[in-house]
């Protein structure tokens, strides 16, 4: 009998092209990977992959074998949720996946009473850009910004929550340095990777200096509240700073909808209910902060 462990690593290496992909993603060493394939091409008696310098290929036989495990998995998935969703006791895992600053800068308190409030419920904050595939039970619930409803996938439940809007934010100190002395030129502080958005209009504020760059928010929000320049930031993070006012004269930008998302049988379970319940309850009192509505203006 064929170890579906085993199908795995085949997969985790087809998908990869890798070895140290796959181990990568399974979590194990390269060793480990190397020894769960030759297990599976000495049961089934075929030599599974080429290794070439561009890394590993399917053979013939791992071609007719990918079919297969493909359909494999996916029953594999359909019986762990099928299971997981008649698992009604409160106690057990529950993993959230969602962008680092909506843990950071929103939801961890309400992350924090949800715990007290259920000691039983292991919970695991998955904080990441990337996204989880809730399908293959890689998260239980997503809060994801979606700008088009249409993108979200058919197999997910969605519960709505506000639209989430951005603007553009400079710190108190440099705002009245620089009305004292409007000649000296601002700085845009950006994210190497996304530049300055079209939508991100300065107002009477002009930015023509050389821009400030950064890799992550986390810096980009610490470089704006030292009065390097200005930048865009969610309502949520740049309203809820005293440091930081809004650019005078500029406008907010929608980002998208925040939505709950859950997958198939998975929804049913006490402590996903549970968790979703409650956090669309925070989520209707963050609206106004989220939304760009609560922000003392100068």
Known sequence: MIDWDDVRYFLAVARGHSVRAAAGRLGVNHSTVLRRIAQLEEHLGAQMFEKLPSGYRLTVAGEEVLDLAIQMEASSHQLETRVFGRDQSVGGLLRVTLAPPLVTHLLMPDFADFAR????????????????????????????????????????????????????????????????????????????????????????VGAPGVPFRVTDAGSQIAAVRQGIGITTLPCFVGDADPLLVRVPGSSLHLYGTLWMLTQGETRKTKRVRLFTEFLSGRLAVHAPLVSGLSSPQE
């Open 117 to 204: 409030r259920h000691p039983d419920i292991e919970m695991e904050i998955q904080s990441s850009g990337d996204l989880a595939n809730l399908t293959n039970r890689e998260a239980d619930i997503a809060v994801r910004v979606v700008y088009d409803r249409k993108s979200l996938p058919l197999n997910l439940h969605g519960l709505k929550g506000p639209d989430v809007f951005g603007g553009v934010y400079i710190s108190r100190d440099l705002l009245a340095a620089w009305r004292a002395n409007a000649t000296e030129p601002l700085r845009w502080i950006v994210i190497s990777i996304h530049g300055i958005p079209e939508w991100a209009d300065a107002g009477e």
